[in-house]
């Protein structure tokens, strides 16, 4: 029996799953979803008090759709003999879908690295909820202005003294001059102090040293600097962008037998941007590939992948929330709205469970645009 291998548990791999049970339908083809854990991590949600209740278990997900789920870790793929290497066994492939997501770009050089906390992972955010617990009025250096740094910093403030920290000489480079304002004054209500044009030369036992010469206390030191696709892109092709992430076509299609979705995917947007490593191009994203994938195999017609609209929605703690619309995130809506636009979307990437008809329905919805997004 043909068989497609999925590699990645998180938001892309398990909706090419279902895009591929989609696809086969009553047909025989075997799919086969390789993940070490248990359960799919909802990634943006780490940031949160409880990372614990940010995890979905993926048997709810895949049993209902016939998709097996091997529980390891790839450290290779032979793309000529066309298997993967999983925990020491080969497992073959007629169709490969590589969803392996991404990972925290860490300091090599810096002193103190071994100190330093995330919340890149449901294991890494854990560690930081572990060290908090039961501190009273506890001071954290976040380390990045970005996405993330932004919703850890903000998030944080609620339980004591936090100090944003960037090279940027702006708070949210990335995110461009339209929010900065809302982000700025969001900053200040809550009281996250500020040192831009600077970093962390050192983390030690209760304190971070800053490039400006000071030295600050801290509880925690909290990076989210960086992030780069899964080195197993490197086993697919040497052409990658500058994200680690593979070039694909409209089907998602790497290599004649290999499809990428995800954060491994650098899959054109538009004529002048390739997609987000997000949740929501990853969805969408997985529903095409793994679709693609067996139907590849089956004889049926591909699927182009034509993703929604562009938005941004970053949660900031106990001032709210911003929403932006488009590559030049205008900002749609702030405070409280903003919050519950969060809210909202917090609650719609949660895939269906035990339902084969829920889940293969929403498998069969690729196009991403909420009803709550403002046009």
């Known amino acids: 029996m043909a068989q497609v291998v999925i590699i990645g548990g998180g938001f892309a791999g398990v909706w090419s799953a279902a895009g591929a049970a989609l696809a086969r339908g009553e047909r025989d083809l075997r799919i086969t979803l390789i993940a070490p854990g248990e359960r799919m991590v909802l990634r943006p949600r780490l940031y949160e008090p409880d990372p614990g209740l940010a995890t979905v278990e993926l048997r709810r997900i895949l049993d209902p759709i016939g998709v097996e789920h091997l529980r390891a870790t790839v450290s290779e793929i032979d793309t000529a ?15 490969l879908v590589l969803a392996a997501g991404s990972e925290l770009v860490r300091p ?80 200040d209500e809550l009281g996250v102090e500020r040192r831009l044009a600077t970093t962390v030369t050192e983390v030690g036992d209760g304190y971070a040293a800053l490039s400006d010469g000071t030295k600050v206390e801290a509880d925690a030191v909290v990076w989210s600097v960086g992030m780069r696709a899964n080195r197993l892109t490197r086993h697919i092709t040497g052409s990658l962008d500058h994200l680690g992430r593979i070039p694909v076509d409209r089907h998602l299609r790497a290599l004649p037998e290999v499809f990428a979705a995800g954060d ?10 390739t997609v987000t490593q997000s949740c929501q ?12 994938a067996a139907a590849d195999l089956l004889g049926l017609l591909l699927r182009d992948f034509t993703p929604g609209p562009y938005v941004t929605c970053l949660d900031l703690g106990g001032a709210g929330g911003i929403f932006t619309r488009g590559w030049d995130r205008k900002v ?18 949660h895939p269906p469970v035990d339902d084969a008809a829920k889940i293969l329905a929403a498998a069969d919805d690729v196009y991403l645009d909420l009803p709550f997004f403002p046009r």
């Open 108 to 187: 090599r050089d810096l002193p103190g690295a071994e100190r330093l906390f995330d919340i890149d992972t449901l294991a890494g955010a854990q560690r930081l909820a572990d060290r908090l617990r039961g501190r009273a009025d506890c001071s954290v250096v976040v380390v990045g202005a970005g996405f993330t740094g932004l919703e850890a910093a903000t998030e944080l403030a609620a339980r004591g003294r936090v100090l944003l920290v960037d090279r940027a000489a702006v708070v949210g480079e990335q995110l461009g001059p339209e929010p900065r304002e809302a982000i700025e004054s969001a900053l």
């Open 332 to 349: 749609m809506a702030t405070g409280a709205h903003g919050k519950e636009i969060k809210r909202q979307i917090n609650q719609a990437i």
């Open 264 to 273: 491994t995917a650098a899959a054109p947007y538009d004529a002048g941007h």
């Open 81 to 95: 003999r066309r298997v993967v290497v999983a925990d020491g066994q080969e497992i073959p492939y007629d169709r």
């Open 281 to 292: 191009h990853a969805v969408p994203l997985g529903k095409v590939a793994g679709y693609n």
